[in-house]
T-cell receptor, first 114, second 108 residues
Framework: DTEVTQTPKHLVMGMTNKKSLKCEQHMGHRAMYWYKQKAKKPPELMFVYSYEKLSINESVPSRFSPECPNSSLLNLHLHALQPEDSALYLC?????????????FGPGTRLTVL | GQQVMQIPQYQHVQEGEDFTTYCNSSTTLSNIQWYKQRPGGHPVFLIQ?????EVKKQKRLTFQFGEAKKNSSLHITATQTTDVGTYFC????????FGKGTSLLVTP
């Protein structure tokens, strides 16, 4: 299984809502990532988990809260988002956190904040 | 942070023409990875280059890593409409730094 899955595929939420994005991989990878991608831009790294511990937080606002319940799952909890947070949110995984390993991306969640 | 520069930003070719995108870093890279993202899709890993001067081929795609490990290129021979998408390089300098991407449009 070389797949990273993400749910939901699309999400529309108001600025007062609380929602969660989910990511799952069963490749035995020990590093998992959240990226944000705006239209016609490259992915921007948000968070890195290595062996289920948060190892990198790229100065992301606290309205984004990551969680890694186990080595296969990664969540991104959303609360009080702004319209400018609308983007494609990508999850990725790699064998290890050295950034020299191939990152496998999920299909993404397309988020719209009204 | 460190940056990986990628040019051109856009390229429009006729089907059958060749295409090249270039990446440059001011810092020596541990490796460079290339991804393709189709319109409406997500980045899909194409290849990783690790060694100085490395050249790898995948059918019509040729990837090169410079001798100084600071630059890389992706060349597509005889483009097809299925090659349409955005090609990103990503250089490993501690973290993975993505170039801005080159969007390729192929006209039949």
């Amino acid at each position: 299984d070389t797949e990273v899955t993400q749910t939901p595929k699309h999400l529309v939420m108001g600025m007062t809502n609380k929602k969660s994005l989910k990511c799952e991989q069963h490749m035995g990878h020990r590093a998992m990532y959240w990226y944000k991608q705006k239209a016609k831009k490259p992915p921007e790294l948000m968070f890195v988990y290595s062996y289920e511990k948060l190892s990198i937080n790229e100065s992301v606002p606290s309205r984004f809260s990551p969680e890694c319940p186990n080595s296969s799952l990664l969540n991104l909890h959303l609360h009080a988002l702004q319209p400018e947070d609308s983007a494609l949110y990508l999850c990725a995984s790699s064998l290890d956190r050295g950034f020299t390993d191939t990152q496998y991306f999920g299909p993404g969640t397309r988020l719209t904040v009204l | 942070g460190q940056q990986v520069m990628q040019i051109p930003q856009y390229q429009h070719v006729q089907e059958g023409e060749d295409f090249t995108t270039y990446c440059n870093s001011s810092t020596t890279l541990s490796n460079i990875q290339w991804y393709k993202q189709r319109p409406g899709g997500h980045p899909v890993f194409l290849i990783q280059l690790v060694k100085s001067g490395e050249v790898k081929k995948q059918k019509r795609l040729t990837f090169q890593f410079g001798e100084a490990k600071k630059n890389s290129s992706l060349h597509i021979t005889a483009t097809q409409t299925t090659d349409v998408g955005t090609y990103f390089c990503a250089g490993s300098i501690g973290a993975l730094n993505f170039g801005k991407g080159t969007s390729l449009l192929v006209t039949p």
